[in-house]
Structure formats: C-alpha cells, structure tokens
T-cell receptor
Framework: GENVEQHPSTLSVQEGDSAVIKCTYSDSASNYFPWYKQELGKRPQLIIDIRSNVGEKKDQRIAVTLNKTAKHFSLHITETQPEDSAVYFC??????????WGAGTKLIIKP | KAGVTQTPRYLIKTRGQQVTLSCSPISGHRSVSWYQQTPGQGLQFLFEYFSETQRNKGNFPGRFSGRQFSNSRSEMNVSTLELGDSALYLCASSFDPSTEAFFGQGTRLTVV
C-alpha cells in the first residue's frame, strides 16, 4: 500500500528565512497531495494542495512542488513569520477512499 | 455553513469500559474519516465511511468500530478501553478523500 515519509520531523528557521518540508510517496497511482497546518491546540486545516497533473502551485508565501518521477512533493514557505509556527502534515491519496498522511513536521520560527 | 461538529469534546473513562464518539459532517459531505492523534504523533487513520459504507480501515484492533447513518453523521465506538487509547480523536468530512477535508475540533479521550 501507499506509504508517505515526511522530513524533517522538526525544522527551526529564523524569522524571514524560507522553510522547506519534503515528502516522498510510494504509490505511483497517488494523484492528490494536500498540505495541512495544525497550530497548537487547534484542528488541522488545509493550506495548499496539488494534483498530479500540475507540477507547481503557489499561494502568496506558500508553494508546493511535485516531482512525479521521483515521487516526492515539497512545501515551500518564504519570508517566514511567527504565525507560521505549527505542525505541518503532508498527505497523498492513492484512491478516492483514503488519504495517507506523513508523520508531521514541527516548524519553529525563531525571532 | 456550519463546520464539522464532534461530541463530546472531552471524555474520561475507566479501563474496560466502552465509549461512543459522534461526528456531524458539513452538510453535503458524504465522506467521513476518523483519526487518532496522540501527543507528538501524526494522524493515524482509523476508517473512512461514504454513504453508510466503510470503504477503508486502518491498522487498529477490532475494538475500534464505526458506522455512518443515512444523514452522513458518523459514530465511532471503542470497546474494552485500554490506557493506550487515550488520545485526541478527530473526524474529517469531505465530498471524497481526494478533496479538501474539514476537521472537527476533536474529542479528547482519557482512559484511567
């Protein structure tokens, strides 16, 4: 079955710098790749997603890239701000029945 | 529109007891997924329901079960509770799992 690996588990960056979180997946049939942000004590919320027919998608300071050949996708956050501190989860959907989740990355923004 | 509602928000149960958690999805969403989240852990998939049918189940013992009603509301049940079942249980609704999932606030279960 599908397996999603997410790295790093913790990422600490200086405020204003960029942050990159990478996920790899195993099932080439996966066609939907969302990223969720979970702030402390809150529920996960979708921040950006990408489908397999697109290589890159941007939304202001956030971008996601997808490399289908290498089976990996990455979240890029530019000009990081304190409110970006959270746990970020990637996921992949090998079918319409399930999302397979990465283990999460704790992003710490240092002032 | 109203978001995903989970009840109750908090529960304290004793080992060996059973518990039922409820999830009311966003109107129009037929897919409901359940997850277990423990401190420092990711989202462990429990099961997914679509139009009253369980389409997929995660790697959890048979003590964990669920169902979905005709109005898409879903319940999950955990029997013979163990200390290790203490966790935040989240449900998420969507049109289907390959579209945006909206999470409820979760039910925090503590087993003593």
């Amino acid at each position: 079955g599908e397996n999603v690996e997410q790295h790093p588990s913790t990422l600490s960056v200086q405020e204003g710098d960029s942050a990159v979180i990478k996920c790899t997946y195993s099932d080439s049939a996966s066609n939907y790749f969302p990223w969720y942000k979970q702030e402390l004590g809150k529920r996960p919320q979708l921040i950006i997603d990408i489908r397999s027919n697109v290589g890159e998608k941007k939304d202001q300071r956030i971008a996601v890239t997808l490399n289908k050949t290498a089976k990996h996708f990455s979240l890029h956050i530019t000009e990081t701000q304190p409110e970006d501190s959270a746990v970020y989860f990637c996921a992949a959907s090998p079918s319409n029945y399930q999302l397979i989740w990465g283990a999460g990355t704790k992003l710490i923004i240092k002032p | 529109k109203a978001g995903v509602t989970q009840t109750p928000r908090y529960l304290i149960k004793t080992r060996g007891q059973q518990v039922t958690l409820s999830c009311s999805p966003i109107s129009g969403h037929r897919s409901v997924s359940w997850y277990q989240q423990t401190p420092g852990q990711g989202l462990q998939f429990l099961f997914e329901y679509f139009s009253e049918t369980q389409r997929n189940k995660g790697n959890f013992p048979g003590r964990f079960s669920g169902r979905q009603f005709s109005n898409s509301r879903s319940e999950m049940n955990v029997s013979t509770l163990e200390l290790g079942d203490s966790a935040l249980y989240l449900c998420a609704s969507s049109f289907d799992p390959s579209t945006e999932a909206f999470f409820g606030q979760g039910t925090r279960l503590t087993v003593v």
